[in-house]
């Protein structure tokens, strides 16, 4: 019974593994070459998180068709894929092949997973009862590890937006004020904080770009708003749009609302600091307090056990 599902890991990972070196290094036909050689001539790439990944590029075509037996058995719905490609934005990551990649990435921790422990369950000779709970696991793994790496990357991110909006909204003040207009002070804002808060450089940058080639300036800030998914960046859109709308000093809105979002910022300070109090129960009573009565009533029970000993 070892022998046989050991045999069976072996071929099926023999198999997989010619498949993907077949979809990946399979030779063209001359037509495709040529007419991809010609996108590569006139379609420029796209940057995504700092990576630059070309739209008919390698990577999105072996990620196409890795993904494609997944979008076929479970195709995803108009309202998931507005979801994933919102949830992939939020992260950082505005390429069109990002949610194929990041499906494709989902096929590999489902499959690889599962694979990798049952050929170590096979080397190792588990019993199949053990084995099998084991790829179970694995598979369960497989499917939340993508998801659990795309939240914490959103989590991470809207934290560096959230602590640079501080300083973006004290440099657009000045910026207002000096006499800039409000697109002028959001382009000198993404300028001069593109090495110390490059997250909000980006999308300030973006939102100008946009309004530069044509789309309204209040479709803009909200699309600004909905790219990054941070409460006190959609709050200050809304300042934004009502002032506009309505007329009023954009120089002393922006500087109000800069003024409480420093009260919050410090407020946020203040709660992380209480937190630490609590956060470090758990590790002072498991490792620093046993250690401490071991260093203290070690040589006092040493002593006492001699002292019994010797009556």
Same mark, same amino acid.
């Given at each position: 019974? +070892? +022998?046989?599902?050991?045999?069976?890991? !072996?071929? @099926?990972?023999?198999? &997989?593994?010619? &498949?993907?070196?077949? +979809?990946?290094?399979?030779? /063209?036909?001359?037509?495709?070459? *040529?007419?991809? *050689?010609?996108?590569?001539?006139?379609? $420029?790439?796209?940057?995504?998180a700092g990576i630059i990944i070309a739209e008919d590029s390698p990577v999105a075509e072996f990620a196409e068709k890795i993904a494609a037996p997944l979008n076929r058995l479970a195709p995803p719905s108009a309202a998931e894929a507005r979801?994933? /490609?919102? /949830? +992939?934005? /939020?992260?950082?990551?505005?390429?069109?092949? #990002?949610?194929?990649?990041?499906? #494709?990435?989902?096929? &590999?921790?489902?499959?690889g997973l599962p694979g990798a422990v049952a050929l170590l369950c096979a080397l190792l000779a588990r019993p199949f009862g053990d084995a099998l709970l084991l790829i179970l696991f694995a598979f369960v793994v497989g499917f939340f590890v993508p998801r659990y790496f795309l939240k914490r990357t959103?989590?991470?991110?809207?934290?560096?937006?959230?602590? $640079?909006?501080?300083d973006a909204l004290d440099l657009m003040v000045v910026s207002i004020e000096a006499g800039l207009g409000l697109n002028a002070a959001m382009l000198?804002?993404?300028?001069?904080?593109? %090495?110390?808060?490059? %997250?909000?450089?980006?999308? !300030?940058?973006?939102?100008?770009?946009?309004?530069r080639v044509g789309r309204d300036r209040e479709e803009a800030l909200r699309n600004l708003a909905e790219r990054t998914g941070v409460d006190d960046l959609c709050s200050l859109v809304a300042m934004l749009i009502?002032? %506009?709308?309505?007329?009023?000093?954009?120089?002393?809105?922006? *500087?109000? !609302?800069? %003024?409480?979002?420093r009260t919050k910022r410090r407020q946020r300070a203040e709660q992380a600091a209480q937190k630490a109090a609590v956060k470090l129960l758990f590790p002072l009573a @498991?490792?620093?307090?046993p250690t401490l009565f071991i260093a203290i009533l070690g040589p006092a029970a040493l002593t006492l056990i001699d002292t019994l000993g010797n009556m």
């Amino acid at each position: 019974m +070892l +022998l046989i599902i050991t045999l069976s890991t !072996f071929i @099926c990972f023999s198999l &997989g593994v010619m &498949g993907v070196y077949w +979809l990946v290094f399979r030779p /063209q036909s001359a037509a495709t070459e *040529r007419l991809r *050689r010609l996108g590569e001539r006139n379609a $420029g790439s796209t940057a995504t998180a700092g990576i630059i990944i070309a739209e008919d590029s390698p990577v999105a075509e072996f990620a196409e068709k890795i993904a494609a037996p997944l979008n076929r058995l479970a195709p995803p719905s108009a309202a998931e894929a507005r979801k994933l /490609q919102k /949830q +992939l934005m /939020q992260a950082g990551f505005r390429s069109p092949n #990002a949610p194929v990649i990041y499906r #494709a990435i989902q096929v &590999g921790t489902l499959i690889g997973l599962p694979g990798a422990v049952a050929l170590l369950c096979a080397l190792l000779a588990r019993p199949f009862g053990d084995a099998l709970l084991l790829i179970l696991f694995a598979f369960v793994v497989g499917f939340f590890v993508p998801r659990y790496f795309l939240k914490r990357t959103i989590r991470y991110r809207q934290q560096r937006i959230r602590w $640079g909006l501080a300083d973006a909204l004290d440099l657009m003040v000045v910026s207002i004020e000096a006499g800039l207009g409000l697109n002028a002070a959001m382009l000198r804002v993404s300028d001069e904080l593109k %090495d110390v808060h490059p %997250d909000i450089s980006e999308e !300030f940058e973006l939102a100008n770009l946009e309004i530069r080639v044509g789309r309204d300036r209040e479709e803009a800030l909200r699309n600004l708003a909905e790219r990054t998914g941070v409460d006190d960046l959609c709050s200050l859109v809304a300042m934004l749009i009502q002032a %506009d709308r309505f007329g009023t000093s954009i120089a002393r809105a922006v *500087r109000i !609302f800069s %003024d409480s979002l420093r009260t919050k910022r410090r407020q946020r300070a203040e709660q992380a600091a209480q937190k630490a109090a609590v956060k470090l129960l758990f590790p002072l009573a @498991c490792f620093l307090f046993p250690t401490l009565f071991i260093a203290i009533l070690g040589p006092a029970a040493l002593t006492l056990i001699d002292t019994l000993g010797n009556m």
